[in-house]
T-cell receptor
Framework: QKEVEQDPGPLSVPEGAIVSLNCTYS??????FMWYRQYSRKGPELLMY????GNKEDGRFTAQVDKSSKYISLFIRDSQPSDSATYLC???????????FGTGTSLTVIP | EAEVAQSPRYKITEKSQAVAFWCDPI?????LYWYRQILGQGPELLVQFQDESVVDDSQLPKDRFSAERLKGVDSTLKIQPAELGDSAMYLC??????????????FGQGTRLTVV
């Protein structure tokens, strides 16, 4: 079993829709949870970063962590065509020194 | 804005040839990572440095891959000889401090390697 599981999609939504992206994990030692956005042929860029459980909001993006269920989510409100990318979840333990990535979910927002 | 620099952006090489990638992390970042990302998959760690020391190279195919970070700043990843299965994006990332809270990793644009 992989440390981090993520549905690869692809996911296609109309502009303005609410998008929900999810990851599950098996290692209860994970404490730091990150979401990266990766455009085609580019390196991943950090979108959201959360420590332990709870919610974090940044503009149209909301990250949620449920450690009891080992489940994290990224919500995108009012999705835009420019949000079309692959979204990677990543997580690490208390030492924060090794990151485990999901396979990424490919998202297309249709104008 | 500070960023992780990688070169070259693209590299095509014949199998059995040697190839090298270079990375310059964000200034002051002590931790440097090399990841390999196969198309359609997430990044997988190859090697991690803390300053000039290797922290984790358990997933590095040491028969053909080598990495160094001699002065604890920039780093080079080498493959010799390259194999067809090495075709992938090679990503370098850096983070500010090992074990510190708020330790996000910032990525470079990557080097896309094609072995023919």
């Amino acid at each position: 079993q992989k440390e981090v599981e993520q549905d690869p999609g692809p996911l296609s939504v109309p502009e303005g829709a609410i998008v929900s992206l999810n990851c599950t994990y098996s290692n209860s030692a994970f404490q730091y949870f990150m979401w990266y956005r990766q455009y085609s042929r580019k390196g991943p860029e950090l979108l959201m970063y959360t420590y332990s459980s709870g919610n974090k909001e940044d503009g149209r993006f909301t990250a949620q962590v449920d450690k009891s269920s080992k489940y994290i989510s990224l919500f995108i409100r009012d999705s835009q065509p420019s949000d079309s990318a692959t979204y990677l979840c990543a997580m690490s333990g208390i030492s924060g020194n090794q990151f485990y990535f999901g396979t990424g979910t490919s998202l297309t927002v249709i104008p | 804005e500070a960023e992780v620099a990688q070169s070259p952006r693209y590299k095509i090489t014949e199998k059995s040839q040697a190839v090298a990638f270079w990375c310059d992390p964000i200034s002051g970042h002590a931790t440097l990572y090399w990841y390999r990302q196969i198309l359609g998959q997430g990044p997988e760690l190859l090697v991690q440095f803390q300053d000039e020391s290797v922290v984790d190279d358990s997933q590095l195919p040491k028969d053909r891959f080598s990495a160094e970070r001699l002065k604890g700043v920039d780093s080079t990843l080498k493959i010799q000889p390259a194999e067809l299965g090495d075709s992938a994006m090679y990503l370098c990332a850096s983070s500010a401090e090992l074990g510190a809270m708020g330790t996000e990793a910032f990525f470079g644009q990557g080097t896309r390697l094609t072995v023919v």
